[in-house]
């Protein structure tokens, strides 16, 4: 099946009624200069961009994945996606499926260098959005729990029984009986022990490691 150009327009509830005639034209335009034919139009007319899931563009994205499309043609990056890292997931959609992106208004094309250099900068830029939403979040917990604050639900199962009664071999309905907590409750406890002991035999092994790496290294310890 021969593979088809796909043109990209959206609207939001605040835009003018004609804003989506514009694009559209403006997407013509573009596909009669490049002697593009047939070109599919996916339209979201009334449509937020901060909405993860639109119809048009997930009719599009789909088609993208079922490799019908050999090129995306936006009229720009603001009515295409609703952040960098939005972005970004599509671009890389893109690259791994080999379809061309190209946005109007800004005049980027992943086809040329220029193209190219900017999917390596929204790359680092969408990373640093990451980090500093990571790093809001950890401020924002750190703060609540300096004034006291309980982070998530409060446990109350207790740790130390249902521990007890792990290595004691009982089997998890029983523990749930006699700990008076929930089946689920008696499965996080051991996968919280389980973990704690993965991370205490790592942390042996480096120590082990990082021992045997300095005593062939030539170094004398004295002896003991």
């Given at each position: 099946m021969e593979k088809r150009v796909a043109c990209y327009a959206r609207t939001s509830t605040l835009d003018q009624k004609t804003g989506l005639e514009s694009?559209?034209?403006v997407l013509r335009t573009y596909c009669d200069q490049n002697e593009i034919k047939d070109a599919l139009f996916f339209t979201d007319d009334g449509v937020s961009g901060t909405k993860s899931s639109r119809p048009a563009l997930d009719q599009l994205m789909a088609a993208v994945d079922r490799d019908e499309i050999s090129s995306v043609v936006v009229h720009s990056f603001s009515r295409f996606a609703r952040s960098t890292t939005h972005l970004l997931n599509a671009l890389t959609r893109f690259k791994e499926k080999k379809v061309h992106f190209a946005s109007i208004s800004e005049r980027i094309d992943t086809n040329s260098p220029v193209g190219v250099a900017i999917f390596s900068i929204l790359a680092a830029i969408a990373q640093l959005e990451r980090d500093l939403i990571a790093m809001r979040v950890k401020i924002g917990l750190e703060n609540a729990r300096a004034k006291g604050k309980q982070i998530g639900r409060k446990k109350l199962r207790n740790s130390v029984?249902?521990?007890e009664l792990l290595k004691a071999g009982?089997?998890?309905r029983k523990i749930s009986m006699v700990a008076k907590c929930s089946h689920g409750s008696v499965s996080a406890e051991k996968k919280s022990m389980l973990y704690e002991e993965e991370m205490a035999r790592q942390k042996l092994e480096a120590q082990?490691?990082?021992a045997k790496n300095t005593n062939d290294s030539g170094v004398?310890?004295?002896a003991t």
């Open positions: 694009q559209v034209r029984l249902i521990r009982m089997s998890f082990a490691a990082a004398i310890f004295p």
